[in-house]
């Protein structure tokens, strides 16, 4: 058996980004562990989730270059919800730019919206 345990997420400050997963997104933070003066181990994971985002504060111009389009302007993180309109609204609420309004697929329903860099994430609610 296998599964993800986690992935890299650049972000240009390690507070900032805790603090918007955390606090508009209501992740939880896994873990926090100082492994240098410049670096830290950060863990955020959604409720419920078994896959957590590690907050990797870019080092040097090329990451920084990087920062909120690691994925070429494409969605990049696909977070399934049991209830879309709660978390859309919640989201809404905390200030998060929905860049594509709700609408109902064959799938579920879904919007995309940003996060505090501009990375490009789906809110869905698969249909059950």
């Avoid at 896959?51 to 994925?71: E, H, M, V």
Wanted: net charge negative.
């Amino acid at each position: 058996m296998q599964h993800l345990a986690h992935f890299a997420l650049l972000v240009a400050d390690y507070d900032e980004a805790i603090q918007f997963y955390t606090e508009v997104l209501g992740f939880q933070l896994s873990e926090d562990t100082v492994l240098s003066d410049s670096k830290r181990w950060v863990r955020v994971t959604p409720p419920g989730g078994q896959t957590s985002i590690l907050l990797s504060k870019a080092d040097g111009d090329q990451q920084q270059s990087f920062i909120g389009n690691q994925t070429g302007g494409r969605v990049f993180l696909f977070l399934y919800t049991d209830d879309f309109w709660r978390d859309y609204h919640s989201y809404q609420s905390k200030g998060v730019v929905f860049v594509r309004p709700p609408v109902e697929e064959a799938y579920g329903t879904v919007a995309v919206f940003q996060d505090l860099y501009g990375n490009l994430w789906d809110l869905l609610q698969p249909r059950t």
